[in-house]
């Protein structure tokens, strides 16, 4: 049996070594755990809605109002893309929603498919794509998805 010096020495190497993992090694070794399936990862809690950082509206009273800063904040990004002439669309996963932000407007859709779709989330048709980033757990949405 190993001290409680040695044992807490192991710990901190395993996760020095976890840390030195690279991106393509980590899917792997997830890929090849014994459940064999892949977690959706756990969103980061948004933080706790404060009403006096609102004048005193609530999250419901300033999503009415204010959709994009309240996605921004309470929300999770599930994709972005820009476009070569200033464009930008993002998609956000908020409330067992999903939405669709652009420079225009903010849509609400019930799945993630509608809001990519609203969102060109991978289309180049009339600008060429200047970034594009989709969250692992949407990227059977993203343009290289088998239709």
């Known amino acids: 049996m190993s001290s409680p010096k040695t ?4 710990r901190f190497k395993n996760a020095a070594s976890n840390l030195m993992m690279d991106h393509s090694e980590e899917e792997e070794a997830e890929a090849n755990s014994p459940s064999g ?3 959706r990862r756990k969103p ?3 933080p706790k809605w404060r009403p006096q950082d609102w004048d005193g509206l609530s ?14 904040l309470q929300g999770e990004i599930i994709a972005s893309q ?5 464009s930008w669309s993002y998609v956000y996963e908020y409330n067992s929603q ?16 509608d809001a990519f779709s609203r969102a060109g ?15 692992p757990d949407f990227a059977h949405l993203g343009p290289d998805a088998d239709e």
């Open 7 to 10: 044992h807490r020495a192991d």
């Open 98 to 113: 999903f939405y669709s932000c652009d420079e225009v407007d903010c849509v609400g859709f019930a799945n993630a498919k």
């Open 59 to 72: 999250e419901e009273e300033a999503f009415a109002e204010q959709p994009n800063e309240v996605l921004d």
């Open 44 to 46: 980061a809690k948004p």
């Open 37 to 39: 399936k892949k977690k």
């Open 82 to 86: 820009t476009w070569a002439g200033g």
């Open 121 to 135: 989330i991978g289309r180049d048709t009339y600008d060429e794509i200047d970034s594009l980033w989709i969250d």
